[in-house]
């Protein structure tokens, strides 16, 4: 949906926005969330409002300022500061803009900038002012894992990765990998962490899985106790093609779509 109509003007430098604006770490996990939105505006699902209020900055929630979609993508804890001889709530939020940056300013400088620059806020049609937060609430993690083996038989294998959904942290989920046979007995690097919003990440992974069947790595890991396992979740894919299909994912295409080995890429199903 093209925002050029919508209301800009010039921002000044603000200390709590310019210059804490930085390049968005791991935009790539972000960028389809924006796109989305943006395809839910056009079809008419969601629709622009004047900005509610600082009640309404909550995570998971878009907004717009000056022309710019955004997305409160964490809200920090609370800390106290004493002005005035009063004691005030402060929240650091995570702000990651549609243009690969991101912020980290306070809530309430958010709500003071959405005030002055008539931002507004994404709310599902047919759902009253108020309710920005209709059930975009994040459900998850889908990972992509590098094994850090020096197992000839694993190491050997080029593209190797492990497809995943943690409803946690994916560092909480990884912890100890080097004992665990899901993890092939070694320590693993995170390559990908994908966020997901108003999706069951285990109906994503299953999809990923069904898409990779053919190139699910055949292999049986012996764990810390002498006991057989058959790790189901890594795949010989590089890692640019599991990338395209986590986005063709969020845009619904992926189910027509299947992985061939021989030309390694996404192709029609026949």
């Known amino acids: 949906m093209d925002l050029s109509a919508l209301p800009q003007r010039k921002t000044p430098n603000a200390p709590d926005s310019v210059a804490k604006r930085m390049k968005a770490t791991g935009f790539k996990a972000f960028e389809p969330l924006f796109k989305a939105k943006h395809a839910e505006l056009s079809a008419g699902l969601f629709r622009l409002i004047p900005f509610p209020g600082v009640q309404t900055i909550e995570e998971g929630n878009f907004f717009v300022l000056n022309g710019v979609m955004l997305l409160v993508a964490e809200v920090g804890d609370t800390t106290y500061k004493s002005i005035g001889g009063k004691q005030e709530q402060k929240q650091r939020l995570r702000v990651i803009f549609e243009n690969g940056t991101e912020s980290s300013m306070y809530r309430q400088s958010l709500s003071i900038r959405l005030h002055e620059h008539e931002g507004q806020a994404l709310a599902r049609t047919g759902h009253d002012v108020g309710e920005v937060d209709d059930a975009d609430k994040e459900s998850g993690h889908i990972y992509v894992l590098r094994s850090l083996s020096d197992n000839p038989q694993i190491a050997g294998f080029r593209d190797l990765h492990k497809i995943g959904f943690s409803t946690t942290r994916v560092e909480q989920r ?4 080097e004992k665990s046979p899901t993890y092939l ?14 999706l069951k990440p285990s109906a994503l992974e299953h999809l990923l899985h069904r898409v990779f069947a053919e190139v699910r790595l055949d292999i049986t890991q012996i764990d810390t106790k002498g006991r057989k396992y058959d790790p189901s979740e890594w795949f010989v894919v590089p890692l640019k093609i599991i990338n395209q299909a986590i986005n063709m994912i969020m845009s619904g295409e992926i189910i027509n779509y299947v992985y061939d080995r021989q030309s390694q890429r996404l192709v029609e199903r026949s």
Do not use: F, L, S, W
């Open 185 to 198: 007995m070694a320590p693993v690097k995170i390559v990908e962490d994908y966020r997901t919003y108003n």
């Open 174 to 177: 990884i912890a100890n990998a």
